[in-house]
């Protein structure tokens, strides 16, 4: 049997894999914001930005097509570990452990699906142009893609900015108990280690958070203007 297999087969292995897939997409949403948060240097820098990613399509796609099947791969395989550990509990032991459980323990599923629409709703929005699609052809002095304006017009209708409030708080709230399960799943289980991983893992949901709803709220506050 193949490493693969074997991974996929043991309840130890899809842990890990559940791990390493949940570190490569936190890694993402911290490149990601990092690029997102240009946007408060300006349209020139944005777009520039914007433009650069654009120009390289083959690395851009494989990105989005490898980001979607990490995230499948992480969706599935939490599923199947739920499904197995409930299974594998009787149920007056489940009762009295959900009592003891956290709120973002016991809403990993209510958030992941949170996320999951979320995802769906921002592809729409800013990469395929489905929502709001008078915004998505606009171009700038420089004939390029005028992603600035997309999504300055885009965080002035309410409704959107507060639907991405909600889907970045249930983010945060998702990986503030998801950080700390992913180095517990690999085995950092000490007590000094666990509450240092808890501490790590709700400030990086937070930075991450803040960082995310910044720009949605400094635009509709008209911190972030139209050129």
């Given amino acids: 049997m193949n490493l693969s297999g074997s991974l996929f087969q043991s309840s130890i292995g899809r842990k890990l894999l559940v791990a390493l897939s949940a570190l490569g997409l936190v890694i993402f949403l911290v490149i990601h914001l990092s690029g997102n948060l240009l946007i408060f240097a300006g349209q020139d820098a944005f777009n520039t930005y914007s433009h650069t990613l654009k120009s390289l399509p083959l690395m851009l796609w494989s990105v989005r097509l490898g980001l979607l099947l990490v995230f499948l791969l992480h969706l599935g395989l939490s599923i199947q570990l739920i499904i197995e550990n409930r299974r594998a509990r009787p149920s007056n032991y489940r009762r009295k452990n959900t009592v003891q459980a956290s709120l973002a323990s016991r809403s990993m599923g209510i958030t992941g699906t949170v996320m999951l629409s979320y995802i769906v709703y921002h592809l729409l929005h800013f990469t395929f142009g489905l929502?709001?699609?008078?915004?998505?052809?606009?171009?700038?002095?420089?004939?390029?893609?005028?992603?600035?304006?997309?999504?300055?017009?885009?965080?002035?209708?309410?409704?959107?900015?507060?639907?991405?409030?909600?889907?970045?708080?249930?983010?945060?709230?998702?990986?503030?108990?998801?950080?700390?399960?992913?180095?517990?799943?690999?085995?950092?289980?000490?007590?000094?280690?666990?509450?240092?991983?808890?501490?790590?893992?709700?400030?990086?949901?937070?930075?991450?958070?803040?960082?995310?709803?910044?720009?949605?709220?400094?635009?509709?506050?008209?911190?972030?203007?139209?050129?």
Wanted: hydrophobic content about 50%; proline content about 6%; overall charge positive.
């Fill in 131 to 227: 929502i709001l699609p008078e915004n998505h052809d606009l171009t700038d002095v420089q004939k390029r893609h005028d992603v600035y304006r997309m999504v300055v017009l885009g965080f002035q209708n309410p409704v959107i900015v507060i639907s991405y409030l909600v889907a970045i708080f249930a983010t945060m709230i998702h990986l503030s108990h998801g950080i700390p399960s992913l180095f517990q799943s690999v085995g950092w289980r000490s007590p000094r280690a666990s509450t240092l991983i808890r501490r790590i893992g709700k400030s990086i949901a937070m930075i991450l958070f803040l960082g995310y709803s910044s720009i949605p709220l400094a635009i509709y506050m008209e911190l972030i203007k139209l050129p």
